[in-house]
Every structure is written in structure tokens, then in C-alpha cells.
């Protein structure tokens, strides 16, 4: 009897022991929080990287908020309300040059072009730009890189922005395409996937991509405080790592596939749709190899704020940008 109480002792310490191994093993997971500056396909490898479970496996629980513009997702950095920050990287430029102590670094580059497209109301065959002199178009925030990119184009194309055609800049991000339905503005500048909705409605007509026209911009990277990153570094080493294999993902996959791996984050877009959207991003090679944020990358992101007036003078480099981690990442480490 005695022999039996002894062996049903050792089951019952063995199953604590594994339980509790079990429960420290999910315990072991860094709760993040990650607010993004809009939740679009444009930004595939992320998804694919959260679908896939490499965040995860780097021991990372992540959360995903939706910030709705750069404006408000640094705002949420500097409050404690989001761990990592995910939006265009003048935001960042903008709270250095204010002289915040705690300003935020960033450490990946997701996006080489430009996300957004011209939409017309009507077809327009062989656009140019010049097309746009004395029209109304819907822009998007002075100082945000969308509109900014916007007028760095129609410079580019001979256009002066204030003065050639009308840029109506105030509706709210991600409300656009709505206003746009409801008669406001000759032309708007979209994300997608309002863009493909909007021309799926008849409501309008992709004539330009933005991302094309305006060559290769460090157009959104993830950054947080210089105090998040001394203190977590193997979260932000962890995380650059999922972000890498997310990027590896779409490079070495088809659209189809990418589409398949996404779609549960875009449950209200068909799958056909999505299909459609990342077909566009893949072919005008928007994302990058790695997540190096190159010093070239980051002069000419300088080079547009302080054309729009943004900014007067330049910040430094090395206080804004660490690619220690993308690097490693790139290598394998």
C-alpha cells in the first residue's frame, strides 16, 4: 500500500511539474504593443510575420493597435501606450528636432516606395501630371509623409503645390475615400485597399502610382524611445528578427501565396481583392531585402521634410537611426 502512495506521489509531483512547466513556458512571452499608422496590405510582411507565428517564436506576445496616422502613433509612444511605434520616420524627426530627451529611434525599414495611388473620377488615359494644374485633389496631413511624397512628385513634374492645383488637406486620414464617393475633389490620393475599392465600386480610377513615380523613400519604419531600446534590447532584437522572416516571406513567395497568409487580417476584403493589391505593391518592389535604414535613405527623407518647409535644418543621423539590429538580423544572428 504504502509502495502505491509512493508511486501516485511521484505522478502527482511529475504533473505539477509539467504543468507548471507548461505555464512558465507561456508565461515567457513579452507582452508588446505595437501601434501601426494604418492597417493596409502595403504593409504584407508584417502580417505574414504575425500570421506565421515569428513573433512568437522570438518570444514576443504582440498586440496590434491601429493608430490612424504618424501624428497619433508617436503620441502613443511618448504616453507609454504603445511599446514599438510603426509609421512614417518624420515623426520621429519632428519630436527630436522639439527636443524631447526621451525622442525615438529607429531600428527597421519596412517600405521602400511609397504606398498610395492617384485615383481620378473618371478614366484618363496616358496620364501625366501636368494633368492635375487647376484640379482638386484630396491630400492627406501637412507634414505627414503622404502628402509629402504628394507634392515632392508634382515638384518633380513642374507643379508648384500651392499655387497649380487645389490640395484639400482637411479630412481626416482613412476618411478620403468616403468623402471622395460623396463628390468632394476631382482626384484623391489612396492607400489601398481603398483604392482597388473605390475602383471596384465604379467610383473611380487608379491612374498613378505614387510609389512608382516617386522612385525609391524610406516611406515607413518602426522606431521606439531611446530609453524602450536600452532597456529591452533582446525584444527589439527579437522583433526585428520576425519582421526579417516576414520580409523573406514576400520575397521569396507569390503574390497568391502572400494573399493566402494575410487574409485573415483583412477579413472584410475579399480574397480575390487582396490577391489584386499585393500583386500591385509586389511588382513596383515595395519592400526591401532586409530592414537596413541606409544614412543615403534617411538624407533624402531630410531632404523632402525640409523642401516641404517641414524642417530647417538637419538632424543626425546616428541619434535617429540604430541598424544594429536589422543588420544582425540580415545575417542570421
Not at 496616422?69 to 504603445?82: F, I, P, R, T
Not at 512614417?88 to 525615438?104: F, I, K, M, N, T
Request: charged share 25%; with cysteine.
Amino acid at each position: 500500500m504504502k509502495k502505491i502512495t509512493a508511486i501516485l506521489l511521484v505522478l502527482v509531483l511529475v504533473t505539477s511539474v509539467i504543468i507548471s512547466g507548461c505555464g512558465k513556458s507561456e508565461n515567457n512571452l513579452k507582452k508588446v504593443t505595437l501601434n501601426e499608422v494604418a492597417h493596409s496590405i502595403f504593409y504584407a510582411p508584417q502580417y505574414v510575420a504575425i500570421e506565421n507565428g515569428y513573433f512568437e517564436e522570438e518570444g514576443i506576445d504582440l498586440t496590434l493597435v491601429t493608430g490612424f496616422g504618424a501624428d497619433k502613433v508617436m503620441s502613443a509612444l511618448v504616453a507609454g501606450e504603445a511599446d514599438i511605434g510603426f509609421a512614417g520616420a518624420e515623426a520621429s524627426v519632428y519630436l527630436y528636432s522639439e527636443g524631447a530627451s526621451d525622442y525615438a529611434v529607429n531600428f527597421a525599414q519596412l517600405t521602400q516606395r511609397a504606398g498610395n495611388f492617384l485615383v481620378s473620377r473618371e478614366p484618363v488615359e496616358n496620364f501625366s501630371w501636368d494633368m492635375l494644374k487647376g484640379k482638386e485633389v484630396l491630400g492627406g496631413r501637412a507634414g505627414g509623409m503622404p502628402e509629402m511624397v504628394f507634392e515632392y512628385i508634382l515638384k518633380k513634374n513642374g507643379l508648384n503645390p500651392k499655387e497649380d492645383l487645389q490640395i484639400d488637406q482637411s479630412i481626416d486620414f482613412g476618411s478620403t475615400a468616403a468623402a471622395f464617393s460623396g463628390g468632394q475633389g476631382e482626384f484623391t490620393v489612396e492607400f489601398e485597399p481603398s483604392a482597388t475599392a473605390l475602383e471596384s465600386a465604379g467610383e473611380g480610377y487608379v491612374v498613378a502610382s505614387l510609389g512608382v513615380d516617386s522612385g525609391y523613400v524610406p516611406y515607413t519604419a518602426y522606431c521606439t524611445t531611446k530609453e524602450y531600446m536600452e532597456e529591452n534590447e533582446n525584444v527589439v532584437a527579437g522583433f526585428t528578427k520576425a519582421l526579417q522572416r516576414g520580409m523573406e516571406y514576400v520575397n521569396t513567395h507569390t503574390p497568391e501565396e502572400i494573399a493566402a497568409v494575410i487574409a485573415p487580417q483583412f477579413e472584410e476584403t475579399d480574397i480575390e481583392t487582396i490577391e489584386k493589391i499585393v500583386t500591385r505593391y509586389y511588382e513596383q518592389e515595395t519592400w526591401k531585402n532586409n530592414l537596413i535604414f541606409e544614412e543615403s535613405s534617411f538624407d533624402l527623407l531630410q531632404n523632402i521634410l525640409m523642401d516641404a518647409g517641414e524642417l530647417t535644418e538637419p538632424v543626425p543621423y546616428d541619434k535617429l537611426i540604430n541598424t544594429r539590429f536589422a543588420e544582425d538580423a540580415a545575417n542570421g544572428k
